[in-house]
């Protein structure tokens, strides 16, 4: 089993819709969660950053964290054309300078 | 958020020569940085750890005489493709962790370099 799963689409849906982005993982000491949104041909964007539990919100972004059941989830409301993108999932288990773990990545069209 | 620039972002070689990535951290110093690849419509690959006065750490299968890595200062790392082939056109990434009072950190990349190698 890898360490983090994530399917990675295409994810299709109509503007407006809600999305709803998931990753897996195996590893029950990560701790650290962050979302990347990576357009074409550019770097990856840091989009959500979680510790532990829980959820966090920004704008139209929630990300939420389940350590019980090793499940992380981006969703995007009212999502538009411009959130068009692949997401990717991160994780880490320590605080130091230690690499992150990555998801696939998602790649989401949003169709207006 | 923290800025990770690198340039250049695109790159066009003849197969053969050198070319060198810089990546440098604007606002913060970087102790650490992190080389990743990308191929098209693929995730990211970590290469290798580049650490501030020391040498890089390189992932398995990632050969350390062909991709060079120089971290000489808390804002500086650099990467080295040597004898560049068409094999290694890729989309090549730095990043650089930021610890500014969040737990553990928040990763930041640059914006690429897209290395094309005839």
């Known amino acids: 089993q890898k360490e983090v799963e994530q399917d990675p689409g295409p994810l299709s849906v109509p503007e407006g819709a809600i999305v709803s982005l998931n990753c897996t993982y195996s590893?029950?000491?990560?701790?650290?969660f962050m979302w990347y949104r990576q357009y074409s041909r550019k770097g990856p964007e840091l989009l959500m950053y979680?510790?532990?539990?829980g959820n966090k919100e920004d704008g139209r972004f929630t990300a939420q964290v389940d350590k019980s059941s090793k499940y992380i989830s981006l969703f995007i409301r009212d999502s538009q054309p411009s959130d068009s993108a692949t997401y990717l999932c991160?994780?880490?288990?320590?605080?130091?300078?230690?690499?992150?773990?990555f998801g696939k990545g998602t790649r989401l069209s949003v169709i207006a | 958020g923290a800025v990770v620039s690198q340039h250049p972002s695109r790159v066009i070689c003849k197969s053969g020569t050198s070319v060198k990535i810089e990546c440098r951290s604007l606002?913060?110093?970087?102790?650490?940085m992190f080389w990743y690849r990308q191929f098209p419509k693929k995730s990211l690959m970590l290469m290798a750890t580049?650490?501030?006065?020391?040498?890089?750490?390189?992932e398995q299968g990632v050969e350390k005489d062909k991709f060079l890595i120089n971290h000489a200062s808390l804002t500086l790392s650099t990467l080295t493709v040597t004898s560049a082939h068409p094999e290694d056109s890729s989309f090549y990434i730095c990043?650089?962790?930021?610890?500014?009072?969040?737990?553990?950190?928040?990763?930041?990349f640059g914006e690429g370099s897209r290395l094309t190698v005839l």
């Open positions: 990043s650089a962790r930021v610890f500014s009072g969040r737990a553990g950190g928040e990763l930041f």
């Open positions: 590893n029950s000491a990560f701790q650290y």
């Open positions: 979680t510790y532990s539990s």
């Open positions: 991160a994780m880490s288990a320590n605080s130091g300078n230690t690499p992150l773990v």
């Open positions: 606002d913060f110093q970087a102790t650490t």
């Open positions: 580049s650490n501030e006065g020391s040498k890089a750490t390189y």
